[in-house]
Structure formats: structure tokens, C-alpha cells
């Protein structure tokens, strides 16, 4: 586990149990923990005597992240995560500990979280859907996986950006201008988080999108652009040849 911060790399560091039950039920981590033989936590997720260590920390260092303005490298993913469960590839929900724990040990009263990974962040939305001092968005593919995150699923402090199958750079900057600034502005966050997937790259096999290494960067740059204080959180991305390159722009974004 990586944390990058001004292209400088430092390993990250595990979740605590507390930090973990800030979004999560007792239940659910007990079941990750206690695992010694492999077995399917939903029909995408596997789980094995050491995930528990994987997904903490992964957590640990998106934590990390949110205190120090980084960028945390991390798997598995999170942003799938319910607070009872696991789900698409995520066990624990990193960016919604790490938000959790910048509230708690930052005193901030507002955060917003733009999660432009190709699938709707399902988990990182129902954690904090009653929550008014997180803002949660979403630029996704839809209809697609996991079959929420649609034009009429929004609420006060939700908003749910769904874009058709074949959108690329332009789409997903026109969206970004027109929807998603106005509305983080509005809510004036002291912090951004990003749950930054790659998944919606031309290359990845798992979705339908045409978003190229250049738009990633430009995400990046208007995610940064947004707050004083701005982290990030690897979420998607299964294209292995194309990923470090969009990292690497994507940090470029945020750095710039």
C-alpha cells in the first residue's frame, strides 16, 4: 500500500478496528477477520485468511490520504462497501473510513466525495445518504453495475451524474462544468475526496466508456481546483498495461 503525496511515496498503514466500525458493523469486520479458508462474500468478492489484512490497510493509507493530502494506492477497492457487507470487488469502504476519520480528527464539517470510478459508488452513498455534512457525487456508466445511481436516485446531499455507455472526455467534462463545480461550490467543502477509478479508460474491459489518460488528468486537475484540501483513493481500473499511465496522469491533475 502506497501513499503519494507530491510525487513523493510512502507506505501506507492498516486500519484500526475502531476506525474500520466508523462505517462499518461489528459483524461485518468480525466475518472478514476471523476467515482462514477462501470463501465468496457475494458472488464478485472473495475473501481469504488474508484480506482482513489487505482491506485494512487499505483503509489505513486512504486514511492517510485524507490527513495528508495524498493520493492512497491501494487494494482491494471500496467504494462498493456497505456498511453490512461486502461487495463488487470491495470489503471495506476506504474512502468513507477515511471521511469519517478526517471528520473525527480534523473537526471538519464538510466534505464532499466525487467518485467518477465507471460504476456507481453504491456503498460510499449509503453511508453517508444521512449524513448532510458529506457530499456525496457520482459521474457513472448507467444503466450498468450495480444498477443504482439513476437520473431520479438524488437527494439533498446526493447527487447521482449517470452517463450513457460510449461517453468520453467531452461528456464527462461537459457533466463535470455543468453539474458537479456548481454543486460542490455551493456546498463549500473543506475537504475533497476522490474515489478515482480508471474503469471508464476506452481499454478497461469492464465497462463501455471512452474516457482517455488526458481527460483523467483534466478530472483530476478540476477535483483539485474545488478545495484547498484535496485527496484521492484508487477505486477501478483492470486494464494493467493502461493503469500506472492514467495513476501517473491523474497525479499529474492533482498536482498541478
Known amino acids: 500500500m502506497l501513499l503519494a ?57 486512504a486514511i492517510e490520504a485524507a490527513l495528508r493530502g495524498g493520493f492512497a494506492l491501494v487494494r482491494p477497492p471500496g467504494h462498493h462497501a456497505l456498511a453490512g457487507r461486502a461487495m463488487g470487488f470491495c470489503v471495506f469502504n476506504n474512502v468513507a473510513v477515511a471521511a469519517r476519520s478526517a471528520q473525527q480528527r480534523l473537526g471538519l464539517e464538510r466534505i464532499a466525495i466525487i467518485d467518477f470510478d465507471v460504476h456507481h459508488g453504491n456503498g460510499t452513498e449509503a453511508i453517508f445518504r444521512d449524513d448532510d455534512g458529506v ?11 450495480p444498477g443504482s445511481g439513476g437520473p431520479d436516485d438524488q437527494a439533498e446531499t446526493t447527487l447521482n451524474v449517470p452517463l450513457r455507455a460510449g461517453s468520453g472526455d467531452d461528456e464527462y467534462l461537459h457533466a463535470f ?8 461550490e455551493r456546498f463549500e467543502p473543506e475537504l475533497v475526496l476522490v474515489s478515482a477509478g480508471f474503469d471508464a479508460h476506452a481499454a478497461d474491459p469492464l465497462s463501455d466508456m471512452r474516457v482517455t489518460a488526458d481527460g483523467f488528468r483534466e478530472l ?37
Open 220 to 256: 483530476a486537475r478540476r477535483c483539485r481546483a474545488l478545495s484547498d484540501r484535496v485527496a484521492a483513493v484508487l477505486e477501478g481500473g483492470y486494464d494493467l498495461e493502461t493503469l500506472p499511465e492514467l495513476v501517473d496522469t491523474a497525479l499529474d491533475g492533482f498536482t498541478s
Open 177 to 184: 462544468a455543468q453539474v458537479v463545480e456548481p454543486a460542490v
Open 5 to 61: 503525496h507530491q510525487h513523493i511515496w510512502s507506505e501506507g498503514r492498516a486500519a484500526t478496528v475502531e476506525e474500520l466500525l466508523s462505517c462499518h458493523t461489528a459483524e461485518h469486520v468480525e466475518l472478514v477477520r476471523s476467515v482462514e479458508d477462501a470463501v465468496w462474500l457475494d458472488g464478485d468478492t472473495v475473501c481469504t485468511a488474508t484480506t482482513f489484512e489487505a482491506a485494512s490497510l487499505a483503509a489505513g493509507t
Open 135 to 145: 457530499l456525496f457525487v457520482s459521474l457513472h456508466q448507467w444503466p450498468f453495475y
